[in-house]
């Protein structure tokens, strides 16, 4: 039971991030839309952009896609499955004395 629990709140752990930047998505593309939409109407003489809506939505969507990429990114190179590029960089003479 304990398992399951652990589990649980690690996929929970995932998906919350996950939500996060699917909403800061759709913000964005709900506050460009409207902007284009707004265009179109003979009645609005000054149209105005969301930015505050869009940059809500981009923070969202950049804090709940660096979260996964960087589990991604740990999860992989605790299993060995990066390329050299993204290995941890370690010294080349562990022995050598540091400078000060």
Known sequence: ???????????????????MAMTGFLMMKDAVFLYI????????????????HFGGGLLLFVLGIGFLGG???????KRNYVGPRFK??????PDAPTRT
């Open 1 to 19: 039971m304990k398992l399951l629990i652990s589990r649980f709140i690690a996929i929970l752990i995932l998906v919350i991030p996950g939500f």
């Open 37 to 52: 939409a707004v265009h179109g109407n003979d009645q609005i003489t000054n149209p105005s952009f969301q930015w505050l």
């Open 71 to 77: 589990w991604i990114l740990f999860r992989d190179r």
């Open 88 to 93: 941890k960089k370690r010294p080349s003479n």
